[in-house]
């Protein structure tokens, strides 16, 4: 798939946008979601995506939204340093199938990374399920207000 891949409205993200798919949410506005996901590399990995523009990559973003998401990575991401106290956090948005994008809804990940604990691999093995990522999602969201 190439990096030019026209934007798909029945993609997984924006069916979570328009609330066709559940997402355990992390934060919300008019603007940004980000949202636990579901098939977590580490404890607290989540995601961040703008919900008005259409980029499919960072290559095809507007720079207003880019902006916009950028800042809401860098508020999540402090509230996971603060909810969840991680060793590290890595910041990670890959643009095209072959750099291992799966989802073709532009999204920055917020991946927390703990001393001794292996990060797993990108997207694979079982999803988690809402009941398990909830609490850690509700940590996040305390450490956000
Ligand atoms: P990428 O491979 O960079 O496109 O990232 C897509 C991410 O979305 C992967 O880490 C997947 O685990 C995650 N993912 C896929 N489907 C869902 C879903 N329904 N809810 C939450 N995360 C998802």
């Known amino acids: 798939m190439s ?23 992390v934060l919300e506005t008019d603007k940004i979601l980000a949202f636990m996901d579901v098939f977590p590399q580490s404890e607290g990995h989540c995601l961040v995506i703008h919900k008005q523009s259409q980029a499919v990559n960072f290559l095809d973003v507007e720079p207003e939204a880019l902006s916009e ?35 073709f809804h532009l999204h920055i990940h917020v991946l927390p990374v703990y001393e001794g604990v292996v990060v797993a691999a990108h997207a694979s093995g079982k999803p988690a399920d809402a009941e398990s990522l909830e609490p850690i999602a509700a940590k996040i969201r305390a450490a956000l207000a």
């Open 3 to 25: 990096l030019e891949t026209e934007y798909d409205p029945d993609n997984i993200f924006a069916k979570i946008i328009r609330g066709d798919m559940p997402c355990v949410k």
């Open 69 to 103: 998401l950028t800042a809401a990575t860098q508020e999540v991401a402090r509230a996971v340093h603060y909810g969840l106290n991680p060793d590290g956090i890595r910041i990670m948005q890959f643009s095209g199938a072959r750099a291992g994008q799966t989802v």
